[in-house]
């Protein structure tokens, strides 16, 4: 069965400072590979994904994400980060398969908090 | 803009009532899925659609909930009768399996329930 988890609840981080959200997935396929982002009162957007080839992705509002399928990570970074990134951001894991669809499994969530 | 859009974004019952939230996907998209999100237990999955067809609603209480699309443009989660542990917010998301944004779920904003 695939899982995801994120081992941290809450991430507390300055304005202007880095961030790294970690996520660890457990897959028996080659995995396809998302961030999203809540903020409060709204759904769920897409920040970035991996499926195949450079296992260094960009995606909106600055972040990237590294894949390393030798750790089964996807680890979520910022170099500099805004008030308004605070959110709650949740990493996902779904079948590469077309006939699985698009079932993906989240992970917990991070929580993170900006400081002025 | 395409989105995927529920109603309604909230709702107050008392416990017993029937309560239904309402989907409509994005055009094109043949996979719709129905998430629960609550602070205890994260995103749950409770049921998906493929081309209209229930796929998987073993994460749903068989006995009070029910999942339905009428058609492509329509999906509905039914609770009856509803109960307090039942308050949560509930996402619907729908992709497609094909195309530039395989494996992608767009999420609407969340049908927000509360029941008393």
């Known amino acids: 069965a695939q899982s995801v988890t994120q081992p941290d609840i809450h991430i507390t981080v300055s304005e202007g400072a880095s961030l790294e959200l970690r996520c660890n997935y457990s897959?028996?396929?080659?995995?396809?590979l998302f961030w999203y982002v809540q903020s409060p009162g709204q759904g769920l957007q897409l920040l970035l994904k991996y499926f195949s080839g450079d296992t260094l992705v960009q995606g909106i509002k600055g972040f990237e994400a590294e894949f390393k399928r030798s750790q089964s990570s996807f680890n979520l970074r910022k170099p500099s980060v805004h008030w308004s990134d605070a959110a709650e951001y949740f990493c996902a894991v779904g079948a590469v398969l077309a006939a699985a669809g698009n079932k993906l499994t989240f992970g917990g969530g991070t929580r993170v908090l900006v400081k002025p | 803009d395409a989105r995927v859009t529920q109603t309604p974004r909230h709702k107050v019952t008392e416990m017993g009532q029937e309560v239904t939230m309402r989907c409509q996907p994005i055009?094109?998209?043949?996979?719709v899925f129905w998430y629960r999100q609550t602070m205890m237990q994260g995103l749950e999955l409770l049921a998906y659609f493929r081309n209209r067809a229930p796929l998987d609603d073993s994460g749903m209480p068989k006995d009070r909930f029910s999942a339905e699309m009428p058609d492509a443009t329509l999906a509905t989660l039914k609770i009856q009768p509803s109960e307090p542990r039942d308050s949560a917010v509930y996402f619907c998301?729908?992709?497609?399996?094909?195309?530039?944004?395989?494996?992608?779920?767009?999420f609407g904003e969340g049908s927000r329930l509360t029941v008393l």
């Open positions: 998301a729908s992709g497609s399996p094909t195309g530039a944004n395989t494996g992608e779920l767009f």
């Open positions: 897959y028996g396929a080659t995995p396809y």
């Open positions: 055009l094109g998209h043949n996979t």
